[in-house]
């Protein structure tokens, strides 16, 4: 400090404005104001004139200097008394050397230098590239009791909790001024003067914009007034755990190292006392954040942008951790330094023991019961195998996504009874009212019903004291979503039996519940009987005469045809597996009711089970009908009962289903269209019924004629009364049945080629079945058959007559309804036009109504189509009749 100064103010204001710097008078009272008004002056320069009228005579006045643009962009960084003698300055030069700014810092404190009455040191800087901010405080801290003077006491004791604070750094910038030497003892309340100690006003240093931001970054570093915490980067203490347990975040606040955490986003670059000055990790710049300037909360500052941390905002230790490794995200951070060992045990109160269900489960377990046990019976050994059911698992649902992954992966280990996919989604399987197989398609309701009986699902909710499981069940968008999805790991089911089958590599199938090797599921409409481990002549024998010696001995069939039909019908379920493509209508008709129809029907209802229908009245209701047996009933039989007497079958929807493997359609309330196999055995009941189109190829025939008036009134059965006798005997029915098809099995399955279209796989295993059974007839019935069909005998009535009338002379159409008037096909009782019949036998050109087909022949003269009749004369030799 030097002591020479010129006390001549007029001098000093030379001095300054030679400087570029504008001038202000100050008051001396002792109040640091300006004694003119000087608003103009923070954009006009005062000139020399105004300097003389201020500063001349003797009159006592101070000078101050205007900061800003008006002054050439001079900044006044000032340290208080308070900073220097609390050691600031000191140590904000270390900083700034620190971070590579001691060159630039050093020309700041050894450039023009003034001390202040209170001791502390103003510093000026002419700032290039930018403007001079507005006067800001850098650094601050709250002052302490002793060091409040009356005026301070007096507002605390008028509103307590108020903040008396002392400024240790701050600037005067744009629009603001500052007092300067040789102002004297008057101007300041302490009686002190300013004084010059380095440099002039002609000797200010210049920095640029960006040095200076950085500057005034490290001085506020040293701040230390207290900042509210944001619970996003500080989370507020909780309340203490008892017996001084910690929670995660808790202990890794006491354990963690700043280091650790800041590796790869900042570097130490200094230390003082406890604070630790950071830069880049890069090593680019200089000190960008600072932690540990509270030793009772250490929290990381930082003080540049370009992080992934906020400016200017305490972070703990683990708000930092949560915010650099999750997001911010706590719950997830603090499940992390969990299983990184953070934080005491929690003691966890297991979720309490569920009691099984007391009912059985439908995948055969249920045969544990005694009172649901097959009876036992001589002519049959062996039994139904059972699978074990698992114990019930348990689920953590806490989290939806684990929950969801939790479902998926208990059915991929299956240890979920009774459930599988079918047409699209899972689904179960159940007897209904008449005890009936049904498979239900799942909906959210059911999938939640059935996680409630099959899982122990629960929620973990942590306390202060303990982490405790509670029972909850899964939440209906998560079984929505599980059901939303494509595809599930659950076993497939292919399809009901109700009965043993044959699988497709010729073994039996004959345990209960759910058969992987085929994905089919036995349900058993009767107790099943035991069979004996290998078929003998005799069980073969009593079999047959239970089957066609009792039970079908006294029907009246028209023909052996009729037997051999209606048994291969009978046998067809067992056989289904081990076939493929489908099976045609059986239809059961007769010439009068009480013939013996529902008893055939009854024969399949105590087998089988059978899904009876009425039939639709139209082909939209017989689609829908169809949909339905196939999607949602389990029996392998379905009837179209009690047709209109007379009723012609003619139906496209029908001819498809009967030659479809696989049936597809839209179901009731869903978006999509779901597809299921074709594989039950279709039958159709009514008196005097009749084919038409092409469902005659679809049918096999199986007529009754009692040829007696009141046909229900016939009496002296070998059985008595059947349907008491079935009640009885269903089970050793079923089994005589299989014991047929096991024998033809063990003989190597026989089979005897028929060509019957579609159905030539199943009508050929059908036919050396029966011959090897020595049951005769089957198919024999083909000519017979035609006279069942309308269409058939019609055209084929039409065309001989034609043929006979006409030779082959090709005729139009006109002349045809003409000459043959008592011939022509007709629809209802009017003849058909000559464009009608033209379609009619356009749609039917090429096509035998037994030997006669018609052929279209244009004449190109009279540019119109003909018609002639040919006849298929083909006696072995390959050749036709021209």
């Known amino acids: 400090m030097t002591d020479s100064q010129s006390p001549d103010l007029r001098a000093s204001a030379r001095e300054l404005h030679d400087a570029g710097l504008c001038v202000l008078p100050i008051k001396a009272d002792g109040s640091k104001r300006p004694a003119v008004s000087w608003m103009q002056y923070k954009v006009h320069r005062s000139a020399p004139a105004e300097h003389d009228a201020w500063f001349g005579g003797d009159r006592t006045r101070g000078i101050a200097v205007v900061y800003g643009q008006v002054s050439g962009g001079v900044e006044l960084i000032e340290f208080e008394g308070l900073a220097i003698r609390e050691g600031l300055l000191t140590e904000v030069t270390e900083i700034m050397e620190s971070s590579g700014l001691g060159e630039a810092w050093a020309a700041i404190t050894n450039g023009w230098v003034t001390e202040s009455p209170s001791g502390g040191r103003h510093y000026r800087v002419r700032v290039d590239g930018a403007a001079v901010p507005p006067n800001r405080k850098l650094a601050s801290r709250l002052a302490r009791e002793d060091e409040w003077d009356d005026v301070e006491r007096q507002r605390v004791a008028e509103k307590p909790g108020t903040k008396i604070v002392r400024v240790l750094i701050e600037t005067r910038g744009e629009g603001g001024y500052g007092l300067v030497e040789p102002s004297g003892p008057a101007v300041h309340a302490s009686g002190r003067p300013y004084v010059r100690v380095e440099g002039s006003p002609a000797n200010i240093p210049v920095l640029d914009a960006d040095t200076m931001k950085a500057i005034r970054d490290i001085c506020r570093m040293v701040d230390q007034m207290p900042v509210p915490e944001a619970p996003k980067t500080a989370p507020k203490t909780a309340e203490p755990l008892p017996n001084g347990a910690l929670r995660p975040g808790e202990d890794y606040e006491a354990r963690a190292d700043w280091a650790d955490i800041l590796r790869g986003t900042f570097r130490p670059i200094i230390t003082r006392g406890h604070t630790i000055y950071w830069g880049w990790a890069d090593g680019v710049g200089g000190v960008k954040a600072t932690t540990g ?68 489960f439908s995948d055969g377990s249920a045969a544990l019961d005694a009172s649901h046990a097959p009876d036992t019976h001589d002519e049959f050994e062996g039994g139904p195998q059972l699978r074990a059911v698992p114990a019930k698992p348990e689920l953590d649902i806490t989290n939806e996504a684990d929950a969801i992954d939790g479902v998926l992966e208990l059915m991929r280990t299956g240890q979920l009874p009774d459930l599988y996919t079918r047409a699209g989604g899972p689904c179960w399987v159940y007897r209904d009212d008449n005890d009936d197989p049904v498979v ?56 009901i039996v109700t009965s043993p089958v044959i699988r497709p590599d010729g073994s039996l199938l004959d345990s209960l519940g759910y058969d992987r090797a085929t994905g089919l599921y036995l349900e058993p409409r009767v107790k099943l009987r035991r069979l004996q481990p290998q078929v003998t002549q005799d069980s073969l024998a009593r079999a047959k005469a239970i089957v066609l010696d009792q039970v079908l001995k006294d029907f009246p069939w028209v023909a052996a045809s009729d037997r051999a039909h209606f048994l291969g019908a009978l046998l067809t379920p067992i056989i289904r597996p ?56 389990g029996q392998p039989v379905v009837v179209f009962d009690n047709l209109p007497n007379g009723y012609v079958l003619k139906s496209p929807v029908l001819s498809a289903l009967l030659t479809d493997e696989v049936w597809g359609d839209r179901i009731l309330g869903a978006t999509g269209k779901v597809t299921m196999p074709n594989d039950r055995l279709w039958l159709v009941t009514g008196n005097a019924l009749r084919t038409g189109g092409d469902n005659k190829r679809r049918v096999f025939w199986v007529r009754l004629d009692p040829d007696c008036p009141d046909p229900d009134q016939r009496d002296g059965f070998t059985v008595g009364d059947l349907r008491p006798w079935l009640r009885s005997n ?86 045809v309804i003409k000459g043959l008037p008592n011939h022509v096909p007709r629809k209802g009782d009017e003849p058909p036009s000559a464009n009608q019949l033209g379609m009619w036998l356009k749609a039917r050109a090429g096509r035998y109504f037994g030997t006669h087909k018609v052929v279209m022949v244009y004449d190109s003269h009279k540019r119109q189509n003909l018609w002639r009749v040919d006849v298929h004369a083909d006696r072995g030799t390959g050749r036709h009749e021209p």
């Not at 007769?590 to 029907?601: D, E, Q, R, V």
Request: hydrophobic share 40%; aromatic share 10%; with cysteine.
């Open 578 to 633: 081990y076939f493929h493509g489908a099976t045609p209508m059986f239809v059961l008709t007769a010439t009068a009711a009480g013939s013996g129809k529902s008893l055939l029907k009854d024969i399949f209802r105590h087998c089988y089970g059978i899904a009876s229908t009425a039939w639709p009245e139209n082909d939209t209701e017989l689609r829908k009908s169809i949909t339905t047996q196939l999607y949602g009933t």
């Open 440 to 495: 239900q398609q799942l909906g959210t309701d059911n999938l939640r019903a059935y996680l409630a009986d099959h899982v122990a699902t629960f929620v973990v909710k942590r306390t202060a004291e303990e982490i405790v499981e509670e029972r909850e069940l899964l939440m209906p968008k998560s079984c929505a979503t599980i059901l939303g999805r494509k595809a599930w790991p659950l076993p497939v089911l292919r399809g």
């Open 293 to 360: 300037r509270d030793p009772e909360k250490d929290r990381l500052w930082v003080f540049a942008t370009g992080s992934e941390f906020q400016a200017d905002t305490p972070y703990s230790k683990f708000g930092a951790y949560a915010l650099i490794e999750h997001g911010g995200d706590y719950k997830a951070a603090a499940s992390a330094l969990r299983r990184q060992g953070y934080g005491t045990p929690t003691p966890r109160r297991r979720l309490s023991a569920v009691p099984a269900q007391p009912e059985h």
């Open 730 to 815: 269903s089970s050793t029915l079923v089994a005589a049945l299989v014991t047929m098809v096991r024998a033809w099995i063990s003989a190597g399955a026989p089979i005897v080629r028929v060509r019957k279209g579609d159905y030539s796989e199943w009508a050929s295993m059908l036919a050396g079945l029966l011959g090897y059974l020595g049951v005769e007839g089957w198919m024999a019935d083909q000519n017979e058959a035609r006279t069942q069909d309308d269409e058939e005998q019609e055209w084929t009535a039409f065309l001989e007559e034609w043929r006979a009338t006409y030779g082959t002379e090709p005729l139009q159409t006109g002349a």
